[in-house]
């Protein structure tokens, strides 16, 4: 998810602060989740070797069910990012997650 670790008395407001019996020992600094988002449907488009935008509309689909699973819609503008990715409307994003709920 590409978290970076630091000093516990470096942590920000942001971070998780790991302690070991009562002794603070590491932070956790994680990335925005916008920045993930991008990371993984990068890591999509080369695992199916083409850009997003090329597949067809089973294999889109599949990656919105790939997503939702790893909270891409959690993240502010994620159906908006990810509709621009597939090269479709955000109104077929929702359709799609809408068709997986019904399912």
Known sequence: MGAEMLPADQ???DDVVLSWEGVDVV?????QLA???DH???ALERKRGRPLAELDRKAKQEVVRILEARGAFSVRHGVETVAGALGVSRFTVYNYL?????A
């Open 11 to 13: 942590a920000g407001p």
């Open 27 to 31: 932070a956790v600094r994680l990335p």
């Open 35 to 37: 920045d993930s988002l």
């Open 40 to 42: 993984i449907l990068a």
């Open 98 to 102: 809408n068709r997986e709920k019904d």
